[in-house]
């Protein structure tokens, strides 16, 4: 199992640019997560799924959507690139509410 | 509002040592605790978590307290080695919760000197 599968691992965007990050897991886990990681700040939660079709708000979602049509599949979408989106993003999942993240290597982005 | 505390920000171990990194929460309604281990370039891990209703959990060197009256909990690693230098980040979330929806500590860079 390749657990969970972020791309792309790096990426530099101009203000104002939209991207994708895609998340995959092929673990059939019905929760899944976006994390950024900043320094000296934790990690701090985007935006969840409980599973296909349902997605939430988590601690800081402004600037970012999110959509979740398949178990596999949680992409984040940043829709107008500011130099504040610059992080390390993570994608989590687990299997149930109940049972602990796996998280991806991340995708370090930055925005010029 | 930062709901989980963590200290130190840095730490350095010699090899054989004991290192002890503390967090303390604030939300009375969290009961799950995990620590996550995380390497340069790779995601976070779960290396060991505690519900509230005992107050140590041990596994290998790795040891977790918890003391709900004061609302704080510590990692213990016993003998420390250099390969469990890594970032080290304490979170929280309730039962019936998402784990999901973890708060995270800010996080403890371990350095473990030979």
């Known amino acids: 199992n390749a657990g969970v599968t972020q791309t792309p691992k790096f990426q530099v965007l101009k203000t104002g640019q939209s991207m994708t990050l895609q998340c995959a897991q092929d673990?059939?886990?019905?929760?899944m997560s976006w994390y950024r990681q900043d320094p000296g700040m934790g990690l701090r939660l985007i935006h969840y799924s409980v599973g296909a079709g349902i997605t939430d708000q988590g601690e800081v979602p402004n600037g970012y959507n999110v959509s979740r049509s398949t178990t596999e599949d949680f992409p984040l979408r940043l829709l107008s690139a500011a130099p504040s989106q610059t992080s390390v993003y993570f994608c989590a999942s687990s299997r149930d509410s109940n049972s602990p993240l796996h998280f991806g290597n991340g995708t370090r982005l930055t925005v010029t | 509002q930062q709901q989980v505390k963590q200290s130190p920000q840095s730490l350095i171990v010699q090899k054989g040592g004991i290192s002890i990194i503390n967090c303390a929460y604030e939300?009375?309604?969290?009961?799950?605790f995990p620590w996550y281990q995380q390497f340069p370039g790779k995601g976070p891990a779960l290396l060991i978590a505690i519900r509230p209703d005992v107050s140590e959990k041990k596994e290998g060197r790795f040891t977790i307290s918890f003391n709900k009256s004061a609302k704080q909990f510590s990692l213990h690693i016993m003998d420390s080695q250099p390969g469990d230098s890594a970032t080290y980040f304490c979170a929280a979330s309730m039962w019936g919760g998402s784990q999901g929806n973890l708060i995270f500590g800010k996080g403890t860079k371990l350095s473990v000197k030979p």
């Open positions: 673990m059939n886990h019905e929760y």
């Open positions: 939300n009375t309604a969290f009961d799950y």
